[in-house]
């Protein structure tokens, strides 16, 4: 055992003895390191639900849904909402249908929340849609992460239809 301790000493110690020469020049470059990061988003919804609508009560029937969007900081944006399934006779209209009797609508309108507000409140009058104008524009993302915005529905008062479930599919998109 003492033979083999001393032979790899003595190995070691010729490699330890070894000279490298002395450098005596230098020369650098610039490394260049990029990255892009595009500009992107992703959007979820959740729905507004009017829930029981009585077409004889005197009231409309309000509802709020939600649009979340989620892009990078400092991208340019806004979300429209398309006419649904079924798009109404006037402006901003859509109407909801049921399985029952497809001729049946049971007409809605979908608002951005009012001026000065970020929750619906039932002042709501202008309509979100899909046109450049009808768009909710949104100037500047800060950071990184989901924000949501309200989607104010109202059914109006009084509208005959007959019993059933109706529903209509509307798409939201987010452009930037």
């Not at 709501?124 to 100037?139: M, P």
Request: hydrophobic residues 35%; proline residues 4%.
């Amino acid at each position: 055992m003492k033979k083999i301790n001393a032979a790899l000493a003595l190995a070691f110690g010729g490699l330890l003895s070894v000279s490298h020469p002395v450098l005596a020049a230098t020369a650098s470059a610039e490394l260049q390191v990029t990255a892009t990061v595009p500009a992107s988003c992703s959007i979820t919804t959740a729905p507004v639900n009017f829930g029981n609508y009585d077409p004889t009560a005197q009231n409309d029937t309000l509802a709020t849904g939600t649009v979340t969007v989620t892009c990078v900081r400092g991208t340019a944006l806004s979300v429209a909402l398309d006419g649904g399934k079924n798009p109404g006779a006037n402006a901003g209209e859509r109407a909801m249908t049921t399985s029952a009797d497809s001729t049946a609508k049971l007409a809605y309108y979908l608002y951005k929340p009012a001026e000065g507000s970020s929750s619906c409140d039932g002042r709501e009058t202008v309509s979100w849609g899909a046109s450049d104008t009808d768009r909710l524009a949104i100037t500047s993302t800060t950071i990184s992460q989901a924000t949501s915005y309200s989607v104010c529905g109202k059914v109006t008062q009084q509208q005959d239809v007959p019993a059933g479930t109706y529903q209509d599919m509307v798409t939201a998109t987010v452009h930037f």
